[in-house]
Antibody, heavy 122, light 107 residues
């Protein structure tokens, strides 16, 4: 069965850093692009970042560009999101998600992790 | 950026009824770049429909998608209690964006 299990997150002060992890199982992880999507309280879903299967194409939403870094370790079937210079408006539940397409971006998210809460507050 | 506006914001229906949820785009979007997701309380979103009308694996045929250009619809026939959820549309034609969601309550 396909699973994405997330860890990391929690409470951070503005300007500090947090790192999220997402471990995949049940599919060939290094065949697929992966993404991070967040859901802020009272707001809709927002795509945050994506990374192709061999990490040669990474993409970010304008709201996080220059502050967040996505990476993956295919040997460990793991996806990461390094979040630096955190702001209050980064407060959200963060989900990792698998792209439906092999070897590229199709921007359709067919498997989701359980989510992890990130709260940025002093 | 393409802005997606979903309507209604909230609705309440009874089991067995049929419902249509609307997703309107601020500019024309090819139907192959529209998806729908369901998010039940306390759960992650799950993919329902992609390329406007293709059901994701395991999605019952009670769920169907349609539409073109700026107007897209998710239809759920024969509502069941477990269909209570928030439904989001997504476009991935010009960058990518989600609608704000429609909350469906089955009473």
């Amino acid at each position: 069965e396909v699973h994405l299990v997330q860890s990391g997150g929690g409470l951070a002060q503005p300007g500090r850093s947090l790192r999220l992890s997402c471990e995949a199982s049940g599919f060939i992880f290094d065949d697929f692009a992966m993404h991070w999507v967040r859901h802020a309280p009272g707001r809709g879903l927002e795509w945050v970042s994506g990374i192709t299967w061999k990490s040669d194409n990474v993409a970010y939403a304008d709201s996080v560009k220059g502050r967040f870094t996505v990476s993956r370790d295919n040997a460990r079937n793991s996806l990461y999101l390094q979040m630096d210079s955190l702001r209050a408006d980064d407060t959200a539940r963060y989900y990792c998600a698998k792209d439906i397409a092999r070897f590229g971006y199709q921007w359709i998210f067919d498997v989701w992790g359980q989510g992890t809460m990130v709260t940025v507050s002093s | 950026e393409v802005v997606l506006t979903q309507s209604p914001g909230t609705l309440s229906k009874s089991p067995g009824e049929r419902v249509s949820l609307s997703c309107r785009a601020s500019e024309s979007v090819s139907s192959i770049y529209i998806a729908w997701y369901q998010q039940k309380p306390g759960q992650a979103p799950s993919l329902l429909i992609y390329a406007a009308s293709n059901r994701a694996t395991g999605v019952p045929d009670r769920f169907s998608g349609s539409g073109s250009e700026t107007d897209f619809t998710l239809t759920i026939s024969r509502l069941e209690p477990e269909d209570s959820a928030v439904y989001y549309c997504q476009q991935y034609s010009s960058s990518h964006s989600f609608g704000q969601g429609t909350r469906l309550e089955i009473k």
